[in-house]
């Protein structure tokens, strides 16, 4: 017997829609546990588009106010897909009310909303899941057994970049991802939250940084109505860009590596260049996002003139297995959010955590606040 999980979803922007049909997707590739998401209920305060989603995605039912389905006792777990100023506020409420969260990072403007979130979700005994999808990827996975192995020896530095051109275009609405008080810290929650993830799921600890930051579109057209995306508003009435585009950071960690963390979201002929190299004492690896499913590994003992080699992940790396049945066959971003969704419902099914956490959130908060105070005071800082 198959038992159901009634999931609401807050929020149906882009990320939204991601979350909904990973539901959808997740008994196609994760047949265990035995847990089939239930599309209880979608909320959306831009008018119509909750019944829409609801027709277009088979919700039983949609509404404008979030705050409806906390009290909703058919609705055990929510994704939280709102805007990063909503986290904290939509994200405590569930878990006070008891409802287990998916919530998409960096879970808050601040590492203060990421640990309120954090704290209501432990007092509650829910489970939290948060959206820090790259770590999901087999090549990611592959990457970090090997690090841990000590195939490429001891870590010495590494270089993570995430560069793109989705705010470059100067007609870019100005949406609330530019406003401070509802988009946050600009570029760095947005994408540097995910390098800090990265840097941690594979090194560990970040010890102390030091990182530099820029405003290089400094004025944007306000929208005239409602947007989804990343949407134009050409004619506009400008408005101040109030968070930052672009982040540079050196990082120290525990284990003794250095690192280069650089993230910006107005990279002209950048799309999607998210990735790393990572360097060792006998070897090296090498990851770009956008050819997902290779890995590049150099490792040996020659030192010198050490060759790199392509390996095509395959079965048997991270949750590759549940998606193509032989090395080569191509992955996508939705097939991420899917193996974020196994571990979501995975960590409410078996009571323990799977995936990345509210701690992971509250980790990679910490370190984007000490990136703000550290480029305000041109100094290194440690996060705390």
């Not at 525990?254 to 950048?270: F, H, I, K, W």
Request: net charge negative.
């Amino acid at each position: 017997m198959v038992d159901t999980l009634g999931v609401a979803v807050v929020g149906f922007g882009w990320m939204g829609r991601v979350h909904t049909q990973a539901y959808a997707r997740l008994p196609h590739h994760f047949p265990q546990p035995p847990v089939r998401p239930r599309l209880v209920v979608v909320a959306d305060e831009v008018p119509g588009r909750a019944a829409e989603a609801a027709e277009r995605y088979g919700f039983e039912r949609a509404t404008a106010d979030w705050r409806e389905i906390v009290a909703d006792p058919e609705v055990q777990a929510v994704s939280v897909t709102a805007p990063n100023f909503l986290h904290r506020e939509i994200g405590v409420a569930m878990a006070e009310a008891g409802k287990h969260l998916w919530i998409e990072k960096p879970v808050g403007l601040t590492a203060a909303d990421a640990r309120a979130v954090a704290r209501a979700a432990a007092a509650a005994g829910v489970r939290g899941t948060v959206g820090f999808n790259y770590r999901n990827a087999p090549a990611v996975v592959a990457a970090r057994e090997m690090i841990a192995a000590g195939d490429i020896g001891t870590v010495t530095h590494v270089r993570i970049r995430l560069f793109s051109d989705y705010a470059a275009h100067p007609e870019s609405a100005l949406t609330w991802r530019y406003e401070r008080a509802r988009g946050g810290s600009g570029v760095l929650g947005d994408l540097a939250s995910h390098g800090v993830d990265l840097a941690r799921y594979l090194l560990g600890d970040i010890e102390s940084l030091a990182a530099d930051t820029a405003v290089f579109v400094p004025e944007r057209a306000r929208p005239a109505g409602a947007t989804a995306g990343h949407a134009r508003a050409a004619g506009g009435t400008p408005g101040p860009v109030e968070n930052d585009d672009y982040v540079g950071c050196l990082l120290r960690f525990t284990c003794g590596a250095r690192g280069v963390l650089e993230a910006c979201r107005v990279s002209v002929g950048e799309q999607n260049a998210y990735g790393f190299e990572i360097h060792g004492t006998r070897g090296a690896l090498f990851w770009d996002f956008r050819r997902m499913g290779e890995l590049g590994v150099s490792r040996g003992t020659a030192y010198q003139d050490q060759p790199v080699s392509t390996v095509h992940v395959g079965p048997g790396h991270g949750a590759y297995g549940a998606f193509q049945p032989g090395a080569a066959n191509a992955m996508g971003y939705d097939d991420l959010k899917v193996v974020e969704a196994h571990h979501f419902v995975r960590s409410i099914v078996e009571g323990t955590p799977h995936g990345a956490t509210l701690e992971d959130a509250v980790a990679a908060a910490t370190a984007l606040d000490a990136m703000a105070l550290s480029a305000e005071r041109r100094a290194w800082v440690s996060p705390a």
